[in-house]
């Protein structure tokens, strides 16, 4: 019998176990904390709406945490350092946990490896948290520990020192042309003096022509113990950096902003630094930020290089949702996992399919957020997009029928094809490999009856197919599908349906485990053989017939709305 939890749902008057955590101010910060964070979760994507939040080492913290989806969530900020795989890899130890993790609010037993966390929050519920940031500078986790959800609901706490790294700091101003870096030793400067704020910036020029103008700063700064720095210096346009007198960074000449990196040792104490600049015309800047390996930054300027500290934003999360309730919403685009001709399919209560037209087959099956359409509504729409949700199968990839001439013919997953083809090559000798159309197959469309729900229609050599989903829900609330594929026309000899690739042995019910989710076969004959993977499970098919296939997931998907079905 395979394990199935009847996980409860949990309001939010529980507290999170046995982790001790603020949830009022304390009174010697007298209502001033030194960073105030507002994090919220994104209606209907399981997400929050910050993937990072950055505090200085040992700041006191004030965690606003709202709760705007119609799940309950929490947030746990974790002690330990690492990446969103070290968040995943907490939250699994805490569902191993199964009731009695639930009985915690999805919390640890072990207390101490807990920074801050939040109360199981009910939809639109808040909750403000007060902590102190580790001294370290360092990366830390914050995940949702609800079963599931930490695989795309995590985020990471930066522990970072801005404050400038210079003890001082002066600059000195010259005016001119040049197309390269000048010798300064041979220019007199128009202006010098100490930069306001301690950190390099291009404001020193004041009111002066943007153009034709270079710049010298000087200063020193400390180093606390021997460490290894990554030194990022980006300008527009040239710009050189000298560590101690010695030249070890530079970018010279006329061109539009770039940045050029090099790691270099530094020991305890105090170290010289310059940055030489010039601008010939044109956009202009000048950063210089460093980072340590044992953790931590150094800010030299108050922009940073793009290299370092800035990213391309994120396209912004659409997340596709019905319009009505009830109904199925259907994304047609480039998804991860299918061919270019997937059909995604979203259906009440969190379930969802990627039919893939190509092969005429269910190429994915997955719980909880259904498409994400930032990628592909804004800007090129480069790339194929993942499901947003959680527990992805692939039951049975590639083509589902077969005529099989003996019982060991190994499965025809796709139809391949090679050509000679080599660039501007006039005699190509080598050869690769392609998909190729399969003549027994002809995709036929799909209707959608009044819930939105598609039907698929294809053609496999004599037979007409029709193949249908819908969502279905197991005692003890644990999701699933309900397959439907009919068959009608005329069957020729050892037609066979492949409906999944399993592993081990079927339950007391016929539920065959196949990855994250149990398969069974309601309507034919069940035939297992060796596969890649595991077992393949057949079924003879005979027309007219109609199978069923029912998938269902281990157990109830985490954090469900008080009262929800």
Sequence with gaps: MMPTMNFLRIGCGLLCGLVTVSRAEPPEWSATPDAVISLKT?????????????????????????????LQHNLVLIKAEGSAATGLAFAQEIWAGGEAAL????????????????????????????????RKAADYPFVCTVPGHATIMNGIMKVRQSKPAFKDLQYRLYEGEWTALPDFASLTPVISGPVPGGLITLDVIGKRKPDKFALVFEGTFEVAEDDEYEFFLGSDDGSRLILDGEGELEANGIHPFKTVSKKLPLTKGLHSLQVHYFEAMGGEGL??????????????????????????????????????????????????????????????????????????????????????????????GVGAQPPMGFDVASAAKGYPLQILTNPEETWKEFSIGTIKSEKDVPDPQKEISLKLPNPDYQFRGYRLDAKRFPEFRYRFRKLEVTDRFEPELFSGGAQGLRRVITFKGETEPRTMQRVAIVQGEPDAEGYHPAGPIAVRVVGGAVQLRPGQGGRELLVAVTAPQELEVHYRWFSVMGGKAPGAP
């Excluded at 997400?47 to 200085?56: G, K, Q």
């Excluded at 391309?312 to 919403?329: C, K, M, Q, S």
């Excluded at 005429?360 to 359409?373: E, T």
Aim: net charge positive.
């Design 42 to 70: 994104t209606e209907g994507t399981m997400r929050y709406n910050l993937a990072e939040f950055t505090v200085e080492p040992g700041a006191r913290v004030k965690l606003h945490l709202e709760n705007e989806d119609g």
């Design 287 to 380: 950063a210089l930020a460093a980072k340590r390996k044992k953790g931590g930054l150094l800010n030299f300027s108050r922009d940073n290089p793009d290299s370092f500290g800035k990213r391309t934003p994120p396209p912004p999360v659409i997340a596709l949702r019905p319009v009505r309730e009830g109904e199925a919403v259907i994304y047609r685009n480039f998804i991860e996992g299918s061919s270019p001709r997937g059909i995604a399919v979203g259906y009440p209560g969190g379930v969802n399919i990627c039919w893939d037209a190509d092969v005429c087959n269910v190429a994915l099956v997955w719980r909880g957020a259904f498409m994400d359409a930032g990628r592909h509504w804004t800007g090129r």
């Design 103 to 134: 009985a915690r609010g999805w919390m640890p037993s072990d207390s101490a490896k807990v920074l801050a966390a939040s109360r199981l929050l009910d939809p639109k519920g808040n909750e403000d948290l007060y902590f102190v940031a580790p």
